[in-house]
């Protein structure tokens, strides 16, 4: 991917990768990070991070970067896990590169792995690892890196929707952010239930720049609840916003007695906590 004037912001990486699907070989494209090309924003309620755009290099998207691809059958993973698919599930992954394939040119009509990373590539490739993640076995933790890409996919479409309006990415974005919320919720409660461990993963993000840990899945899947959450039955949203409420004002408890925990996340946390009241203390103001 290049800038405006062919300022280079990504390079092709010296190691070769073997794809474990289709045994294909490629380079893969990594971000140039250096000189000034990412200049940090704000941390956004779903922490987020944004980037100023460089007066030299323009915007860049590090998440377009973050999922590794095969060009040939569009096999995709977070890069630590992508040479790492359990044995008994490669079957299974090359009998499905044809529908691999063409759900992704569905949504993404213009991926194309064989070119740098652009907005498109980058949604598509995260798409591509949340399709993928169904072929890992629970040590790997597949739920929660599910529902990052998703999560992380949603941002990128905000992007494209900033940059493109009128191609309906707001919409997509929102598709996949509801998906992130159902993925949060599964990954917390497998956790809880003994059926997935959360242990496959050790930086939980959400985006790229700081690891939030299991607190900020907890918040993740509260705020993801809150905003995205189904809205249809009055009572059983009522009754998950408790829930949600409930798991915030643990994390208070953590914060006040810990000083490790991050603190925007904190801040934010109190946020939701009264956004969460809010809307649960608005039928008694009727």
Partial sequence: MTAEGDLKISYTSKEEYTCPVCDASFHREELLSGSGRLIAGQITDELHRLYEPSARYGIIYPLAYQATVCPECWFASMD???????????DRA???????KKTARLIFPSADFTRPRDMVNG???????LYCYDYYT?????????AISALRA?????????????YHYDWLALLFKKKSQF???EAILKEQTGKETLSGIKNFGPDTDKNYAYEGA????ALLRLK???RGDPLSRAETLENAKRTIAKMFGLGKSSKSKPGPLLEHARNLYDNINKELNEGDDE
Avoid: C, N, V
Avoid at 154 to 160: A, K, N, Y
């Fill in 80 to 90: 630590q896990d992508f040479s790492r698919l359990p044995s008994q599930s490669k």
């Fill in 154 to 166: 949603g941002w990128l479409l905000d992007e494209m929707h900033e940059k493109y309006p009128g």
């Fill in 183 to 185: 993925l949060y919720g």
């Fill in 138 to 146: 629970k040590e790997f933790s597949p739920t929660i890196k599910q």
């Fill in 123 to 129: 949604a598509a490739s995260l798409y591509l690892a």
């Fill in 228 to 230: 995205y959450g189904p």
């Fill in 218 to 221: 907890l918040y993740l899947s």
């Fill in 94 to 100: 090359e009998k499905e590169q044809a529908k691999r």
